[in-house]
């Protein structure tokens, strides 16, 4: 069943509970507005530089510029979910681009506040410019999301009214090569969300040993060719080390039968996967990230994740499943089934079509003695 809002919005009302009101109009259009504006200004700046000698380079940052403007998944339906209140206190682990917090900020005005947590100091910087007019109602960190307790302690906060997680890489992250995050251009084989850290894909890929290079593509890429893949990586590194993701790429490629090179995704994109949840350790935060979020909930209070590839939402789906259980339940599922894009938004925002959101609501004490 599918319903439609007069906005144009189209949403499935099996997934997404529909209410037709004011927030969702304002939202669709503040996403509409948003998209405006970055147009223009890529406009602009083609105009300004058409006129001119613009090398290879600067043509790159040209379009690069307009891609770079992240568009956040499930917002109307995360802000469905979310129930967000005129001064509420709210944390985004996964801040991104700001895409997300920007609308949260917004239902919370005058005095809500706003917790953003990112890994990557570059999304961090432009989050901070872009929340630029609203900063005093923001705090930001430059953190993993298993630190969330400290970081909402160290801002004088003890419990706040809900917390989002987005998993995954961000599409900026994509289209910047030197991050190494995709083969679509070639970069440093890095993957590092937080490059303060230490080892680097590059890393993994030169000293792994190949069984285990081969359970790490198998167990976090569910790639059905790892051990192939494993040995064709171990036999091109003994010619010469493995540096960037065009290389990777091109031995992901010899490595599988011809028939799997022309699939539905590209050949490596599982392998690329495995070794970015390795290098950033992404499962091994995620269920203690969890249940550190429903505990600094107020009552009431909600954690909203949402997901991109099974191995994450089967840890969310069973941390949520396993917190609601038993004596000692502390939270109720909302969402029986996760929720999904609409047909709308998976045909404009194709990242959103394997995005999956759950919902948890705090128990009060009182119900749970």
């Known amino acids: 069943m599918v319903g439609v809002f007069p906005t144009g919005l189209s949403t499935n009302v099996d997934n997404f509970p529909v209410r037709l009101s004011l927030q969702v109009f304002v939202s669709k259009a503040n996403n509409i507005l948003d998209k405006l504006r970055q147009y223009l200004l890529t406009a602009i700046w083609l105009g300004v530089y058409s006129s001119q000698r613009v090398g290879k380079s600067g043509w790159k940052w040209i379009m690069n510029s307009a891609r770079e403007s992240h568009e956040p998944v499930l917002v109307d339906e995360i802000l469905f979910w979310l129930q967000c209140k005129p001064g509420g206190v709210y944390v985004d682990c996964t801040l991104g681009y700001a895409g997300l917090a920007t609308r949260i900020l917004e239902r919370t005005a005058p005095t809500g506040i706003l917790v953003g947590i990112d890994r990557d100091a570059t999304a961090l910087s432009e989050s901070r410019s872009r929340l630029q007019d609203v900063l005093s109602r923001v705090r930001l960190r430059h953190a993993n999301f298993s630190e969330l307790k400290t970081v909402v302690a160290d ?30 251009e070639d970069g440093p084989l890095d993957m590092r969300m937080d490059q303060r850290e230490g080892r680097t894909a590059a890393d993994l890929v030169r000293d792994l040993p190949e069984t285990e290079l081969a359970d790490v593509i198998y167990q976090l890429g569910e790639e059905r060719y790892s051990r192939r893949i494993a040995r064709a990586i171990v036999q091109a590194r003994m010619q010469g080390e493995i540096r960037t993701t065009g290389e990777l790429a091109a031995v992901v490629e010899r490595a599988v039968p011809a028939s799997y090179r022309h699939g539905r995704i590209h050949c490596a994109t599982r392998t690329f996967q495995a070794l970015r949840i390795a290098v950033n350790r992404e499962l091994d935060v995620l269920e203690p990230a969890l249940r550190d979020a429903v ?13 991109f590839h099974s191995l994450e939402d089967r840890i969310v789906k069973h941390t949520f499943r396993a917190m609601a259980n038993g004596p000692d339940a502390s939270v109720t599922v909302l969402t029986k089934k996760p929720v999904i ?11 959103s079509r394997s995005a999956k959101l759950r919902v948890v609501e705090r128990i009060a004490k009182e119900s749970m003695s």
């Open 295 to 307: 505990d600094i909930l107020v009552p009431g209070g909600r954690v909203c994740a949402i997901s």
């Open 155 to 184: 801002n004088g906060l003890s419990q706040v009214d809900g917390v989002i997680f987005d998993l995954g890489v961000s599409s900026p992250q994509l289209d910047r090569p030197e991050r190494g995050f995709s083969f679509r």
């Open 341 to 351: 894009a609409s047909d709308d938004e998976r045909n404009h925002n194709p990242r």
